[in-house]
């Protein structure tokens, strides 16, 4: 049941996504570039950026053998500008407000931070009681 809530919800998402592209694309044509559409598709242009990133630093299919802090860096140096750029295309805030990109690129950092903090202690929470039960495991084995 939980494997087939979680199909369901990522066909979901991948309609969502292609009616949205699909939506705005009209709205080009109809409306021409008007703000909620051209903040939408850079919205969306940045969920395909931050995904190919997370596809580059998280997965060995381009980057192999790298510690996970500096995979965290290599990422976190990537999205910021890659973000910044959509942001500045999409008219997410005014450009020349200098507070707006204070603002913008604290509420990043706070968001990086706070995603690597909750990993990393799940992570050492899981491996922990892996490395537990492998503990055990030996022991009943008599390694």
Same mark, same amino acid.
């Given at each position: 049941?939980?494997?087939?809530?979680?199909?369901? *919800?990522?066909? #979901? /998402? !991948?309609?969502? %996504?292609?009616?949205? =592209? +699909? &939506?705005?694309?009209?709205?080009?044509?109809?409306?021409?570039?008007?703000?909620?559409?051209?903040?939408?598709?850079? *919205?969306?242009? #940045? /969920? !395909?950026?931050? %995904?190919?990133?997370? =596809? +580059? &630093?998280?997965?060995?299919?381009?980057?192999?053998?790298?510690?996970?802090?500096?995979?965290?860096?290599?990422?976190? *140096?990537?999205?910021?500008?890659?973000?910044?750029?959509?942001?500045?295309?999409?008219?997410?805030?005014?450009?020349?407000?200098?507070?707006?990109?204070?603002?913008?690129?604290?509420?990043?950092?706070?968001?990086?931070?706070?995603?690597?903090?909750?990993?990393?202690?799940?992570?050492?929470?899981?491996?922990?009681?892996?490395?537990?039960?492998?503990?055990?495991?030996?022991?009943?084995?008599?390694?």
């Amino acid at each position: 049941m939980k494997n087939i809530a979680k199909q369901a *919800l990522v066909r #979901a /998402c !991948v309609v969502f %996504t292609a009616a949205m =592209v +699909l &939506w705005c694309a009209a709205g080009l044509i109809f409306a021409g570039p008007v703000e909620g559409i051209v903040i939408t598709l850079s *919205l969306l242009f #940045a /969920c !395909v950026l931050l %995904t190919t990133l997370q =596809v +580059l &630093w998280f997965t060995e299919a381009v980057v192999r053998r790298l510690a996970y802090p500096a995979r965290i860096a290599g990422f976190g *140096l990537t999205a910021l500008p890659a973000l910044a750029g959509c942001a500045a295309a999409g008219g997410w805030f005014p450009v020349s407000n200098a507070g707006a990109w204070v603002t913008f690129v604290a509420i990043y950092l706070a968001t990086l931070i706070a995603i690597t903090a909750g990993y990393t202690l799940h992570y050492r929470r899981t491996a922990g009681s892996f490395d537990a039960a492998l503990a055990r495991y030996r022991e009943g084995r008599g390694e």
